[in-house]
């Protein structure tokens, strides 16, 4: 796909597709004329970078971070900035109270939905 497509499918502009392939954190094919062809895989990637980058992640740590979001596997740090703990813990952290919020507004609808459900059915009717 061009990346006009990518950008459509991800929401990332194409300019910022563009600052990930000079950071080296995507790698399109290019053709025989020069341009661009980003294959598919590329789509659920982008969005892993994105949402890396929103949570205020560099993206000098996001090309550290990238292979572990993959299939399970022995992660071997080198070279690690001394900051990256701390700032990855904060964010787990992070993610963490938003995951419990999230939970909570999900168990709450529920409820609703049950009530809603419950007020919808009539009553049994009763023998006399």
């Known amino acids: 796909m061009r990346i006009g497509q990518l950008s459509e499918r991800t929401g990332v502009p194409a300019r910022m597709l563009r600052y990930y392939e000079e950071q080296g954190l995507i790698t399109p094919r290019r053709l025989d004329n020069g341009y661009r062809v980003y294959d598919e895989h590329l789509v659920e990637r982008v969005l892993k ?5 929103d949570s205020g992640i560099p993206t000098r ?5 990238l292979p572990c979001l993959g299939q399970p596997q022995t992660i071997v740090v080198q070279n690690a900035d001394p900051a990256l703990h701390d700032l990855l813990a904060a964010e787990r952290d992070r993610m963490s109270e938003k995951i419990e919020f999230l939970t909570n507004n999900r168990d709450a609808i ?3 939905l049950q009530a809603l459900e ?3 059915t009539p009553p049994p009717a009763q023998a006399g």
């Not at 970078?49 to 980058?53: A, D, E, K, W, Y």
């Not at 740590?61 to 971070?65: G, M, P």
């Open 49 to 53: 970078i994105r949402g890396l980058i």
């Open 118 to 120: 419950r007020a919808a």
């Open 110 to 112: 529920s409820g609703y």
């Open 61 to 65: 740590i996001v090309s550290d971070i």
